[in-house]
Every structure is written in C-alpha cells, then in structure tokens.
C-alpha cells in the first residue's frame, strides 16, 4: 500500500514561490510515477505535472506551464513541485498521485492512472 504525504502548501502573495513536497513511503519508489494535480473550488482536478520512474521524461499542464518544475529524489523517496510567479488563480488544493510504471519514461496525465493519492495541501494565493 503506498502511503503519499504532500507539505509545503500554505499563504503567499501573487507573484511569489512555493515548494511542494510528495514523501511516498509502503512502496519500491523508484518504481513509481509521481504526478501533481489541483483542484480548485468548484473546479474539476487538473493535471499539473507529471515525472517518470526514474525522471527520464517530464511533462507539463497548460495552466502552469513554464512557471512549475517537478523533480524527484528517490534517495529521500520523495517528489516537489517547485511553483513560481505564482496567481491568484493558483488557488487550489495540490495533490500528489503515484502508480507503478513498468515502463521508463511513462508519464501519466489521467486522475484513472493513479491508484494511490495523498491528502493534498492547500495553496492560497492571496495579498
């Protein structure tokens, strides 16, 4: 059973920076596929970003695309999400997901693909 604990949500301004962390623990890290999703408030999950296995591929959603990145560090069985430039349309609950991938460099952007969430935590942009 993997066990997803998400931090490093909280209050900023517009225009400020966050990082969110993923610690996965129950389960072979470095087998898993870890992607980010939001939801905001009467709002349906978006996919965020998403990282491979072993970090071979990395890909974006739209809506905060060049303003995110997302690494891993399998040594602390760990993912973040490292947001910048960050709106008040940010404003949502960010959630990490992990599946088993078999394959290297696949990358999963669909809430189906994942059968493992974390709580979330909430990020607030706000002045």
């Known amino acids: 059973q993997v066990h997803l604990v998400e931090s490093g949500g909280g209050l900023v301004q517009p225009g400020g920076s966050l990082r969110l962390s993923c610690v996965a623990s129950?389960?072979?890290?470095?087998?898993?596929?870890v992607s980010w999703f939001r939801q905001a408030p009467a709002k349906e999950r978006e996919f965020v970003a998403g990282?491979?296995?072993?970090?071979?591929?990395?890909e974006y959603g739209d809506s905060m695309k060049g303003r995110v990145t997302i690494s891993r560090d399998s040594a602390k069985n760990t993912v973040y999400l490292q947001m910048n430039s960050l709106r008040p349309e940010d404003t949502a609950i960010y959630y990490c997901?992990?599946?088993?991938?078999?394959?290297?460099?696949?990358?999963?952007?669909?809430?189906?693909?994942?059968?493992?969430w974390g709580q979330g935590t909430q990020v607030t942009v706000s002045s």
């Open positions: 997901a992990a599946t088993f991938a078999l394959i290297r460099f696949s990358v999963y952007r669909r809430e189906g693909d994942f059968g493992s």
């Open positions: 129950g389960v072979t890290f470095s087998n898993q596929a």
């Open positions: 990282i491979s296995r072993d970090a071979y591929k990395i």
